[in-house]
């Protein structure tokens, strides 16, 4: 069965058994049975083919190239252990996104540190933890240099204009929180060669969920300049320069798929005409949703169907299972577990049990007519799904289940009424009235 017109199709490794939607095979009613809902699953087959079409993108235009995975798309230890298993570094944001990067088996010769407005707490850890540091501004670098000297360090760069994705995602430009203009970055630099440190790299990240191949043409074209100033500089060619993440993944049907093709080549060819001689220079990238966003669904239980003018149809997920509707009002295509019926169903509202008006995930949706106790999928929630899931209105996060080469596991359990409160000293628990 294909999805109506209008909807936008899954990715090979899903598609409807039976009547039914099923991933690499597996019918998500049983899952849904199994492991109970609001359910994230995830097929290994369609990460792995993710990191390979990327890898074979970059590489075959620049040898020397390198994936880091945005450990905060989705941070599950067996996640990055599979993108571990496929060649992937890691790009963390938090200690303990390199702690897990860590202990999937990524060498700390291949994480980079990206933190925005580190304490020298987490400096400090990120030094001792031997990874190479992107500092967001030059003037944090006398600080870290206080706590003792990385081997490798880079330094963000705001290009000072943004190619923001569909949904507004704002990574740079005027008045953005991220990053340093060039020549204030070149400040760091010299600074940063005056204290011996030798390996040195430039970042960007101007621009998240793109799908026009023109951006990383542009990205290609900053850094290109951007590694000749720094030669100019430092006397050196930079070791690397990271070109960030923003690789985007179509939500809806009406979205082109990025032309990785394209892309990869625009961003490669400005990139060495901009930056020649560029002999020697790594080319990263840190893609954390074009890994990840499509190989997953969400799962979720219809709880009530408020008739009225919309419909409003409830279910067991909300915004504190996925978040970026009510923090983007992005769209997540949202497709009926049980199929699409003959008729051409009727437009509803999708809405969570939280108590706040912007808990919704989908306005004006055509669906079957739909019941309590009714599936649904909601498309595309690898990325920035369960990672910024929350207890909030104390409930418990949901789990998640990887679906793949051993069959279907899970790889976080369900949150317990236990769990919300693990923190709470036992002596401020009170205790149950009669
Ligand atoms: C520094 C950095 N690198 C990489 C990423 C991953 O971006 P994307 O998921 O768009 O590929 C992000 C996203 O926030 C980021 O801030």
């Not at 919704?360 to 799904?385: F, Q």
């Amino acid at each position: 069965m294909t999805p109506p017109r209008g909807v936008l199709p899954l990715p090979e490794s899903f598609g409807w058994r039976e009547g039914g939607l099923a991933v690499e095979g597996k019918s998500l009613s049983d899952l849904a049975e199994r492991f109970g809902t609001p359910l994230y699953v995830t097929s290994e087959g369609r990460i792995r083919s993710n990191a390979r079409r990327l890898r074979t993108a970059f590489r075959s235009r620049w040898p020397a190239h390198r994936v880091l995975y945005a450990v905060k798309a989705n941070s599950n230890p067996a996640i990055v252990r599979l993108l571990r298993d496929e060649g992937c570094g890691a790009d963390c944001s938090s200690p303990s996104e390199i702690r897990i990067a860590r202990s999937a088996g990524v060498p700390a010769t291949e994480i980079l540190y990206t933190a925005a407005y580190p304490s020298e707490e987490e400096l400090g850890g990120a030094l001792d933890a031997g990874v190479a540091i992107n500092l967001d501004d030059p003037d944090l670098l006398p600080r870290l240099l206080r706590i003792g000297h990385p081997t490798t360090l880079s330094f963000r760069l705001n290009p000072g204009r943004t190619d923001a994705g569909p949904e507004g995602l704002r990574f740079a430009g005027r008045g953005s929180k991220f990053g340093a203009s060039l020549p204030r970055a070149l400040k760091g630099y010299r600074e940063a060669r005056a204290a011996g440190i030798t390996e040195l790299g430039l970042h960007t990240m101007p621009g998240s969920n793109v799908l026009s191949a023109e951006h990383f043409g542009r990205v290609g074209a900053f850094l290109g300049k951007a590694v000749r100033a720094v030669r100019r500089v430092t006397g050196q060619t930079p070791r690397f320069a990271d070109a960030g993440g923003g690789l985007g993944v179509p939500y809806r049907s009406t979205e082109r798929p990025l032309d990785l093709d394209d892309a990869a080549a625009r961003l490669t060819t400005a990139l060495r005409r901009e930056g020649e001689p560029t002999d020697g220079l790594e080319l990263w990238n840190e893609p954390g949703r074009y890994l990840v966003a499509d190989s997953t669904v969400l799962i979720c239980r219809v709880t009530h169907v408020k008739e009225g003018s919309p419909p409003i149809v409830g279910t067991d997920a909300g915004m504190q299972t996925l978040l970026r509707p009510a923090l983007y009002g992005a769209y997540h295509e949202i497709y009926p577990v049980a199929g699409y019926g003959k008729g051409p169903g009727r437009a509803v509202t999708l809405t969570g049990p939280i108590c706040e008006n912007t808990d919704i995930l989908g306005r004006g949706r055509r669906l079957p007519s739909l019941a309590p106790g009714d599936l649904l999928a909601v498309g595309t929630a690898g990325a920035y799904g369960f990672s910024m899931a929350s207890q909030y209105n104390t409930r418990p996060r949901p789990a998640e289940v990887l679906v793949g080469s051993r069959g279907a596991r899970v790889i976080r359990t369900r949150e317990t009424y236990d769990d919300l409160l693990r923190s709470v000293p036992a002596r401020e628990m009170g205790v149950v009235a009669e």
